[in-house]
């Protein structure tokens, strides 16, 4: 059953990574974070990095780069927040890597809203 209250953990996290810091001319990251919950229920997050080519790497990746490194391959649950506002994971790269990580992905419930309105991921795409 999807519910809005199995997201709070979550969205709590993700908002404390939020930040925006810029290292470098060439550099900023945290205006974006993702939160993942896998399936063991652990949470792992990760900020997007912008760079002046295309090096960079969204929120999303990099917070399924830290499960992996962690030993867990399985999403339950994921939010992406900017500014305090929940997102979109971003289309394309991000949520075709999300289904290819494990067949059970297409059921990854995303919280697209503070309204509560919750999505899988098969429902996000080919969008």
């Known amino acids: 059953m999807k519910n809005i209250s199995d997201f709070e953990p979550l969205i709590k996290l993700a908002v404390s990574k939020l930040q925006d810091a810029?290292?470098?001319?060439?550099?900023s990251y945290g205006q974006v974070a993702a939160v993942i919950e896998?399936?063991?229920?652990?949470?792992?997050s990760g900020?997007?990095?912008?760079?002046?080519?295309?090096?960079g790497m969204c929120a999303e990746r990099n917070a399924i780069g830290t499960?992996?490194?962690?030993?867990?391959?399985?999403?339950?649950?994921?939010?992406?927040i900017k500014s305090d506002?929940?997102?979109l994971?971003?289309?394309?790269?991000c949520r075709e890597f999300l289904m290819q990580l494990h067949h059970s992905h297409n059921?990854?419930?995303?919280?697209?809203?503070?309204?509560?309105n919750i999505v899988t991921l098969s429902e996000l795409l080919p969008a």
């Not at 896998?38 to 792992?44: Q, V």
């Not at 900020?47 to 090096?55: F, K, N, P, Q, R």
């Not at 059921?107 to 509560?116: D, M």
């Open 22 to 27: 810029v290292p470098s001319n060439y550099i």
């Open 67 to 80: 499960m992996l490194t962690e030993g867990e391959y399985q999403i339950r649950r994921l939010v992406c």
């Open 38 to 44: 896998s399936m063991n229920g652990n949470y792992y």
């Open 85 to 87: 506002e929940i997102i």
């Open 107 to 116: 059921k990854i419930e995303i919280l697209i809203n503070r309204s509560g």
């Open 47 to 55: 900020v997007c990095i912008d760079t002046a080519c295309s090096m």
């Open 89 to 93: 994971p971003c289309g394309g790269m």
